[in-house]
Each structure stands twice: as structure tokens, then as C-alpha cells.
T-cell receptor, first 112, second 115 residues
């Protein structure tokens, strides 16, 4: 079963706008990661946030984590057409297993 | 630096045929993984190898076998392919020696169709 679920499933915005994607998960985690997948390609790691962190930035990316609500959000500011891709959250559970479990993804389309 | 290399990129099989998907990484990672990706399902873990010489089942291991041939290579075998195994398969690797660096590196995928 999927640990993480992204919302919305699909998002279409204009270039220059901000894009926000949400991820909810079920069990306690060690960390949460976001990945991007361009059409027909493998996934590329974007950012990792630990369970004791609340917010993290990387360039135009901002990730928040609320462990009490078991949720995370990914904000892409000033979006570009090149940001068009699917975005996945992945969680690493607490404990010894430590295998990543992926959500079903958000398809982002940035219109020029 | 090639990263994670998967072969083949595309494959069409008939029901009952067998095949092996190959994966190699050149980043000296200790852990390697096989995922399958189906529309609307995200990625599901098939098998993984935490270190050379060990393999473990993931979420959807039925119908598959794996071999960690050495530190670089991790193959996935379908002994008797079924239409339900039509999917895109991704190999990934990571270094798990440091909790601060647990990101996965992915290959470009193998699109498999079983008729």
C-alpha cells in the first residue's frame, strides 16, 4: 500500500505562478523526500526534510513538514515551463527498515 | 560518470517467456533497489539489496527474482512473464552509510510489455 498520497493529482498553472503540492502519509517517519520525474525518464531527487525539521529551502523550492498532521508540502516559486513534470513524495519510516515508500504523484503542467 | 544504467530500455514478451533486466551503478553505493511504476500507482518496491550478498522482498515480489551479482550489479528476473507484469521498471541505488544522505539515484527505466 502507498505510504504517501499527493494532492492534487494534477495541477496546471501559468509560467511565473507558484505551484503547491501536498503529501500525506500514514506512519511515523525518519525523513520525507521529494522527487521529480520528467516524462519517460527516471526520478530525480529534489530535497530531503528530516522529521525534526519544519521547513527547508533549496533554490526555488520550499518544503514544509508537519509531523503532527503527517503531511508535507512542496512549493515551487516562479514556475517555469521546464518545471513541467510529475512530483512524488517518498517517506522513510522510523525504525530499522528504512526503505523509501512513494506516493502516487502530482502531475504539474506549467503553461508558457 | 554514468550513474545508474539499466538495460534494455524497451522489451516485449509473450506470456510465459522469461527475461532478465540488468542494472549497474558506478557510484560505489551499497544499496540497490528495483521498483515498478504503473499508471496512477506511483512506484512500488519489488526487491532490494541493502548490501552486497543480501536481498530482501519489497511490497510486490511475487513473480520476480533478483541477484546481487557484485557491488555494482543488481539484476531482476521474470521467470514466467504475465500480462500483469506489464509496467515500467526502475533500478535505483543509494549510499546508506550516512543518515544525512539517503537519496536514491534512479536509472532511466525499462518499459516492459507482456502480451
Amino acid at each position: 500500500s502507498q505510504q504517501g498520497e499527493e494532492d492534487p493529482q494534477a495541477l496546471s498553472i501559468q509560467e511565473g505562478e507558484n505551484a503547491t503540492m501536498n503529501c500525506s502519509y500514514k506512519t511515523s517517519i525518519n525523513n520525507l523526500q521529494w522527487y521529480r520525474q520528467n516524462s519517460g525518464r527516471g526520478l530525480v531527487h529534489l530535497i530531503l526534510i528530516r522529521s525534526n525539521e519544519r521547513e527547508k529551502h533549496s533554490g526555488r523550492l520550499r518544503v514544509t513538514l508537519d509531523t503532527s498532521k503527517k503531511s508535507s508540502s512542496l512549493l515551487i516559486t516562479a514556475s517555469r515551463a521546464a518545471d513541467t513534470a510529475s512530483y512524488f513524495c517518498a517517506t522513510v519510516p522510523s525504525g530499522s527498515a528504512r526503505q523509501l515508500t512513494f506516493g502516487s504523484g502530482t502531475q504539474l503542467t506549467v503553461l508558457p | 560518470n554514468a550513474g545508474v544504467t539499466q538495460t534494455p530500455k524497451f522489451q516485449v514478451l509473450k506470456t510465459g517467456q522469461s527475461m532478465t533486466l540488468q542494472c549497474a551503478q558506478d557510484m560505489n553505493h551499497n544499496s540497490m533497489y528495483w521498483y515498478r511504476q504503473d499508471p496512477g500507482m506511483g512506484l512500488r518496491l519489488i526487491y532490494y539489496s541493502a548490501s552486497e550478498g543480501t536481498t530482501d522482498k519489497g511490497e510486490v515480489p511475487n513473480g520476480y527474482n533478483v541477484s546481487r551479482l557484485n557491488k555494482r550489479e543488481f539484476s531482476l528476473r521474470l521467470e514466467s512473464a504475465a500480462p500483469s507484469q506489464t509496467s515500467v521498471y526502475f533500478c535505483a541505488s543509494r549510499w546508506t552509510g550516512s543518515p544525512s544522505n539517503e537519496k536514491l539515484f534512479f536509472g532511466s527505466g525499462t518499459q516492459l510489455s507482456v502480451l
